[in-house]
Structures are given as C-alpha cells and as structure tokens.
Nanobody, 129 residues
Framework: VQLVESGGDLVQTGGSLRLSCQAS????????IGWFRQAPGKAREGVAC????????????NVKDRFTIFSDSSGPSYNKTVFLQMNDLKPDDAGVYYC???????????????????WGKGTQVTVAS
C-alpha cells in the first residue's frame, strides 16, 4: 500500500503544473484521497480532495478555480493515478505537495483539514516570481 507523487518542478508565476499520485495496493475509489502542501516554516495544509464514492470534490478557498483534482478513469481501481492540475500558479503555492488518503476532509477557513492515514513522500513545487 503506497502513494508515489511526481510532477513537481520549477515554474514561473502564472504557469501550470500537473502533479500525479500513483496509488497502489488498495481500491482508490473506496477512499477519500487528496493533496496537502507544506511551505517552509508553515503547517501542512489541505488543498484538494476527491471522494469518488460520493462524486464529491473539495478545494481550499485559495486554490479554487485554479486547481483541479481528478483521477484516471481507465484501468483497475487498485492501481489508479490521482492528478492535481494547477494553473495560474503563484509564489504562495510553492512547497512540498503530498498525496494523502484519509477521512473527514472538510473546509476550515481557507484550507482543508483531514485525518490522514497514509502519506506519500511528496514532490517539490517551486514558483519563481
């Protein structure tokens, strides 16, 4: 059972990136899966979540309309990739992005919070101003 992120890179302000989270060993469609990020010196914060069982997607207030979370619809659900498409990136979006599986994803102020059971190792996103 693991999550492996990829796709982090250096990008200019206003640019786009697509992060990938390869999930294996469990049925992704039966769990809530999403993305957290952590900037240096700051707490980890949830940015997006997909709850496939309920057809629900949640976004942090400060990424709504710029970020899109989705999963590939092809292939077995035990070996599925979850993506985070990030557009119009800003310097405040920089940090390590972690894929995460857990429960109780809820918006709290400008971010999402959740009780996480499984973390990936993260992928670095750098946004140059």
């Amino acid at each position: 059972v693991q999550l492996v992120e990829s796709g982090g890179d250096l990008v200019q302000t206003g640019g786009s990136l697509r992060l990938s989270c390869q999930a294996s060993g469990f049925d992704v469609d039966m769990y809530d899966i999403g993305w957290f990020r952590q900037a240096p010196g700051k707490a980890r914060e949830g940015v997006a979540c997909i709850r496939a069982r309920y057809g629900v997607k949640l976004y942090a207030e400060n990424v709504k309309d710029r970020f899109t979370i989705f999963s590939d619809s092809s292939g077995p659900s035990y070996n599925k990739t979850v993506f985070l498409q990030m557009n119009d990136l800003k310097p405040d979006d920089a940090g390590v992005y972690y894929c995460a599986v857990g429960a109780a994803w809820v918006p709290r102020g400008k971010i999402l919070t959740a009780s996480i059971d499984l973390w990936g190792k993260g992928t670095q996103v750098t946004v140059a101003s």
